[in-house]
């Protein structure tokens, strides 16, 4: 099933997103960005110009910035108020979600596979071995 | 304890990210960003420029925007090899990671306080409540 992707943000987060999804896959083309409040404009007809656009045998994906943030809120207005329902709202998009979903290889997304798609994208303390501490388990490796 | 932050990304995520911390919390001036890749320019530098400004009795945060890419890898290396163990590396960053970290009353971050606030910026799928249910739901609340 073909699917189209926007992503709406506070400021230019969402053009930066597109900017990184080209570097990394090619695809920054397919995802349709709205950098909201960097100018007074309503970016209200931008989110409805999406969901007009979306075809009936197509999924429309959005992300957004920030749960609960007026950007989110919006898009979520909008979508209901569109009637649509092949379109899914994901909140708190991180580069990992958005570029798992457009290489997605699931024919369908489901509220399931989203999901997954959602828990693999969680941000993380990474975890630093030191510099000393990596020598020692190095020559622990060797003795035994 | 005094908090510097840094912000690295393929391409132009990190400084959209800056412009969203800006319009959100007037806060985007203490994101310093690297935008890697855009150029063909090493990056390197300006994580150990980050690192070496940072003092010891500071705590440093710097967000990556994809565990195990190559920012993600090249960051964790130069912390590592700094020796610093004041300084925490998140992965997967979005804006209400960024922001709650920024904006956290904490007085000293730890794993633990910072694995919270994880927690808490992971992304979801929005339930979208169809305009009829809504309705239904309203007049529901009013007959009772």
Redesign the interface.
Known sequence: MQRKYLMA?????????Q??????AGKGGELKVI?A??TDEDYTPQITAFLEDLQDDEQGVIF????G?SV?QKV?AE???S?K?N???????????V?GVMLSPEEVLT?DN??SM??E??????Q????KQ?TAEEELDDFF
Chains 1, 2 share one sequence.
């Open positions: 943000s506070h400021g230019h987060l969402a053009s930066g997103m900017s990184s999804i080209n570097i990394l950098d409040y960097v957004t910035d920030f749960y943030g989110n979520a979508v209901v108020k009637g329902t379109v899914f709202v994901l909140a708190n998009a991180n580069l990992p979600l570029l509220a989203l999901a959602t828990a994208a969680a941000p993380q303390l990474v630093l071995a030191p510099a990596e």
